[in-house]
């Protein structure tokens, strides 16, 4: 995804009084007749998909929940929502990013972890054939947890020293010592030894250097991860080797966490990059790489089966780690941390372990913004939070004025409209419950859904 020139300075976006009457009771219907639009695709990010493919489409179809379309609801159409999982950076593509064609007459839904800033939006914006302000609205749906996957060298398991320890076999990670990691100051897997973290085995051997594997795409997932990364060194700066292979002297993680530079990263990493798109493909890259660690969604890092057995024995080479969540303290000893799942490193699925999260814009200051139509590409977490601290929003784009765009029709709009009622649905059988339902995924914060569905049902044709 890359930045762009803002070409017209975005006015702000006013909600009418009638949208928000709408919105006092969850499902209330749009002006199109609710079930009557068309067949639509949404595509876009990786995290997204199992909520997307097992959760919602087919949620959508079968629900008895009023904001559904089962047959027997509004018109009693059933519209279909097929998924093409691309990535983040794909999906914004198909809106018209990096030189690429406008085929929002296609693609009626974009799905991203990684919310357009200003001048993205604007280059969304600029294919509008009739001027129209703050068109494009970015819709949270929900929170995933960034899991940290580890496969350690061949022969190794590891311990720690905490006492009472819910994580045997696993290292711990405290924040500093994983911005070190991916920075490339800390090379080894030996330089890994806070609270008693160490490697053992009768052929292990801890000096071996650690292999930091990431995304081969343009990534939402990596978006959050750099976002994070930013809070605990927001300052420091570093040469950057991208994509392509040049170079950059000296940028910070918030500058390479976004737009095109969000596949670039520190040189000193000497990263390697998975070889297909995806966050399970990044996953299966350090399953099959000992000595490895990478970074991926919950819900893919637990759908590869090779992180999730706890226990003694061989399989302790692979795991995700707790990660420090009281902030950056690095006293012996002080340090607390939490695992991104609410039920640890076993096999059955669970929550991501975002409940409660504290987002703000990674300066201290309270999110969410104002509107959907606003730019929400600076929310990032906190590194002090009561759960899990990798957490993150992921979003639908929707458009506010669908007519304004070439090759758009009323009833993907109508369908759009529709699917996202659905997916911000607290009531029984709504999207919201059941994402809740242990996929991997944790629902939107409540103060947000008013918000989101705000947004959702603007949009219009």
């Not at 998924?83 to 007459?105: K, R, V």
């Not at 000497?270 to 297909?276: C, G, I, L, P």
């Not at 893919?300 to 995700?320: L, M, Q, V």
Request: some cysteine.
């Amino acid at each position: 995804m890359g930045l762009f020139s803002v070409r017209r300075t975005a006015s702000a976006c006013v909600i009418s009084a009638a949208a928000v009457a709408a919105l006092a009771a969850p499902g209330a219907a749009s002006a199109a007749t609710q079930c009557s639009g068309s067949n639509i695709i949404a595509a876009g990010s990786t995290l997204q998909k199992l909520a997307q493919v097992s959760v919602w489409d087919p949620g959508f179809h079968t629900s008895a929940n009023a904001t559904a379309c089962n047959g027997s609801q509004g018109s009693k159409g059933e519209p279909t929502i097929s998924y093409e999982s691309i990535g983040s950076g794909a999906g914004l593509e198909d809106w018209g990013f990096n030189s690429h064609a406008f085929e929002a007459g296609r693609v009626a839904v974009v799905a991203t972890d990684e919310p357009v800033n200003l001048a993205q939006k604007a280059e969304i914006e600029k294919n509008e054939t009739t001027k129209v302000a703050n068109s494009v609205q970015s819709i949270p749906v929900l929170q995933a947890s960034v899991a940290i996957i580890v496969n350690l060298p061949s022969g190794c398991t590891a311990s720690n020293g905490i006492k009472k320890n819910p994580w045997p076999g696993r290292l711990v990670i405290e924040n500093e010592t994983l911005q070190k990691i991916w920075v490339g100051s800390i090379t080894k897997w030996s330089e890994i030894k806070e609270e008693g973290d160490k490697l053992t085995g009768a052929t292990c051997n801890p000096e071996t250097p650690i292999t930091r594997v990431v995304r081969l795409d343009g990534s939402g997932t990596t978006h959050v991860f750099k976002k994070y990364l930013t809070l605990i060194n927001g300052t420091g700066t570093f040469e950057v080797e991208k994509l392509n292979g040049e170079t950059v002297t000296s940028e910070t993680w918030n500058e390479i966490s976004e737009g095109a530079e969000n596949t670039s990263w520190p040189a000193a990493d000497h990263v390697v990059r998975s070889t297909k798109t995806g966050g399970g493909a990044l996953v299966s890259k350090v399953a099959e790489t000992p000595g490895s660690i990478g970074y991926a969604n919950l819900a893919d890092a637990r759908a590869n089966g090779g992180f999730s057995a706890a226990g003694s024995g061989p399989e302790t080479a692979k795991f995700w780690a707790p990660i420090q969540n009281n902030g950056l303290t690095v006293v012996a000893g002080k340090a607390k941390f939490a695992d991104p799942s609410t039920d640890g490193d076993t096999e059955p699925l669970a929550k991501a372990n975002c409940e409660s999260t504290s987002y703000t814009n990674g300066k201290g200051q309270k999110f969410p913004p104002k509107l959907t139509a606003d730019a929400w590409n600076s929310v990032t977490t906190s590194t002090k939070e009561k759960k899990y601290a990798i957490c993150g929003l992921t979003y639908d784009m929707v458009l506010s004025k669908y007519s304004a765009y070439p090759g758009t029709s009323e009833g993907e709009a109508t369908t759009a409209e529709n699917f996202l009622t659905y997916v911000l649905e607290t009531g029984l059988g709504g999207g919201q419950v059941a994402i809740g339902e242990n996929h991997d995924y944790e629902p939107l914060p409540t103060k947000l859904l008013k918000e989101a569905r705000a947004g959702a049902a603007l949009a219009k044709f």
